[in-house]
T-cell receptor, first 113, second 110 residues
Framework: DADVTQTPRNRITKTGKRIMLECSQT?????MYWYRQDPGLGLRLIYY???????NKGEISDGYSVSRQAQAKFSLSLESAIPNQTALYFC????????????FGPGTRLTVL | GEDVEQSLFLSVREGDSSVINCTYT??????LYWYKQEPGAGLQLLTY?????DMKQDQRLTVLLNKKDKHLSLRIADTQTGDSAIYFC??????????FGTGTRLQVFP
């Protein structure tokens, strides 16, 4: 079974709709991250959480919100989706140890029409 | 601000060596990483190098770090078709966040 799972894997929605992307992990890691990937721009950090009660903005948090419901779950919401939020979204986890390897989920492809 | 740059594409013949380059701006980076993304999948850590090292070798992979020029490279020896993927370099700075480069798409042809 995958250690970091994301649901849904693909989603097509319309402008103005509220969307939630979910991430679950069985690795027991405290740290979780949400990134978006756009062609030619690499991965950009949206939000991150180092513990259940800890939420931090990344470099592109506008238009997004997150919820850390438990150590294993970290959800990303788009309150009112817009077309330029069309992208591939990745969740990742880490231990924050010496070299802080991040483990990525398979991604969610979101299209906003 | 922090910025990590890579060339977007690299095409090599099977059996040749591939060299993927990366430049970064934050001289206080502690670790630098190479991640691999295969089609339809998330990123996986390939290798990393601590900032006080110049070189690290791991089987077919060689990482070179030039701190003076803030230049990182990944050499893949005897490149195979299974190495076709997008390769991201990343730097780690303060509170354990990573800054990723734009990614280099490596295409290996027979």
């Amino acid at each position: 079974d995958a250690d970091v799972t994301q649901t849904p894997r693909n989603r097509i929605t319309k402008t103005g709709k509220r969307i939630m992307l979910e991430c679950s992990q069985t690795k027991g890691h405290d740290r979780m991250y949400w990134y978006r990937q756009d062609p030619g721009l690499g991965l950009r950090l949206i939000y991150y959480s180092f513990d259940v009660k800890d939420i931090n903005k990344g470099e592109i948090s506008d238009g997004y919100s997150v919820s850390r419901q438990a150590q294993a779950k970290f959800s990303l919401s788009l309150e009112s989706a817009i077309p330029n939020q069309t992208a591939l979204y990745f969740c990742a986890t880490s231990t924050g140890g010496t070299y802080n390897e991040q483990f990525f989920g398979p991604g969610t492809r979101l299209t906003v029409l | 601000g922090e910025d990590v740059e890579q060339s977007l594409f690299l095409s090599v013949r099977e059996g040749d060596s591939s060299v993927i380059n990366c430049t970064y701006t934050d001289s206080s980076s502690t670790y630098l990483y190479w991640y691999k993304q295969e089609p339809g999948a998330g990123l996986q850590l390939l290798t990393y190098i601590f900032s006080n090292m110049d070189m690290k070798q791991d089987q077919r992979l060689t990482v070179l770090l030039n701190k003076k020029d803030k230049h990182l490279s990944l050499r893949i020896a005897d490149t195979q078709t299974g190495d076709s993927a997008i390769y991201f370099c990343a730097e780690r700075y303060n509170t354990d966040k990573l800054i990723f480069g734009t990614g280099t798409r490596l295409q290996v042809f027979p």
